[in-house]
């Protein structure tokens, strides 16, 4: 079950940081001026993108495993809903970001206000899919020993039967 308690996890803080960014860090950019508010998201947007996008895939990962090991449809559910905003990101958030990392400075004004506030629109699907997937998880968790490894986790596992050391009788 440490996998997928570990999906859920890191569900959780890829959830947490999007409604952070969201309701706290884009909210308080909307407050700037244009010129202070494209300075701040550009570096922002950087750091953040790596942050993201990696806890995304360990999170997918981490639920792919997870329903190998139970063969339970919440855990694939929850990994392809963690897996989604890389591709939601690649193809329809990468023009916006795109457009406003390019902008010069000097050239902030209402277009660039623009592109913010629909950033935060398109983000909010981000932060949606990561709240999905923690649920996602969570609904596996608590089927709790219903959860029974595979067929073929068991055969990986082979003759040990388990990952921990067998315990003296």
């Given at each position: 079950?440490?996998?997928g308690v570990l999906a859920a996890v890191s569900a959780a803080v890829f959830f947490g940081a999007a409604v952070y960014v969201l309701f706290v860090e884009h909210a308080a950019r909307?407050?700037?001026?244009?010129q202070t508010a494209l300075a701040e998201w550009k570096p922002a947007y950087k750091r953040g993108a790596i942050?993201?996008?990696?806890?995304?895939?360990?999170?997918?990962?981490?639920?792919?495993?997870?329903?190998?090991?139970?063969?339970?449809?919440?855990f694939l559910i929850g990994a392809i809903?963690?897996?989604l905003p890389w591709p939601w990101t690649l193809f329809v958030i990468r023009p916006t970001n795109d457009q406003l990392l390019a902008l010069p400075m000097e050239q902030a004004g209402m277009s660039s206000r623009h592109l913010l506030q629909k950033w935060g629109r398109l983000h909010s699907v981000r932060t949606l899919l990561g709240g999905l997937a923690t649920i996602s998880f969570v609904i596996a968790l608590m089927s709790g020993p219903?959860?029974?490894?595979?067929?073929?986790f068991k055969?990986?596992?082979g003759e040990r039967g388990s990952f921990y050391p067998q315990q003296a009788k």
């Open positions: 079950m440490t996998l909307g407050e700037l001026d244009d942050m993201q996008g990696g806890i995304a895939l360990l999170t997918a990962g981490l639920g792919i495993a997870a329903w190998l090991q139970f063969d339970h449809p919440a809903l963690a897996a219903s959860i029974k490894p595979s067929a073929d055969k990986f596992l």
